[in-house]
Nanobody
Framework: QARLVESGGGLVQPGGSLRLSCAASGFNWDHYTIGWFRQAPGKEREGVACGPRSDGSMYYSDSVKGRFTVSRDNAKNTVYVQMNSLKPEDTAIYHC???????????????????????WGQGTQVTVSS
């Protein structure tokens, strides 16, 4: 059974950092691209990062570019997102999701492409507040 499990969320002060993890199991990890989405209270879900794309690059939304960095440990079937210089507007539930590499060209950038993703994690809460 395919499964994605996020961890690493928590409460952090503005300007602080967190690292989220997304651990995958039950599917052929090597053939999937991972997207990160977030949803703040009262707002629509937003895609913030995804990849790697076919050229090996990662996509980042303008709202997180330069502050978030995604890395992937294939030996551990885990993707990480290092979040630095956190702002109160980063407060949200963060989800990772997986899409087959066959469809990644239309799934990443992950702007309004949630429906392309096959598997979703349950999410982890990130709260940025003083």
């Amino acid at each position: 059974q395919a499964r994605l499990v996020e961890s690493g969320g928590g409460l952090v002060q503005p300007g602080g950092s967190l690292r989220l993890s997304c651990a995958a199991s039950g599917f052929n990890w090597d053939h999937y691209t991972i997207g990160w989405f977030r949803q703040a209270p009262g707002k629509e879900r937003e895609g913030v990062a995804c990849g790697p794309r076919s050229d090996g690059s990662m996509y980042y939304s303008d709202s997180v570019k330069g502050r978030f960095t995604v890395s992937r440990d294939n030996a551990k079937n885990t993707v990480y997102v290092q979040m630095n210089s956190l702002k109160p507007e980063d407060t949200a539930i963060y989800h990772c999701a997986a899409v087959s590499n066959f469809y990644r060209a239309r799934a990443c950038p992950n702007r309004d492409t949630e429906g392309e993703y096959d598997y979703w994690g349950q999410g982890t809460q990130v709260t940025v507040s003083s």
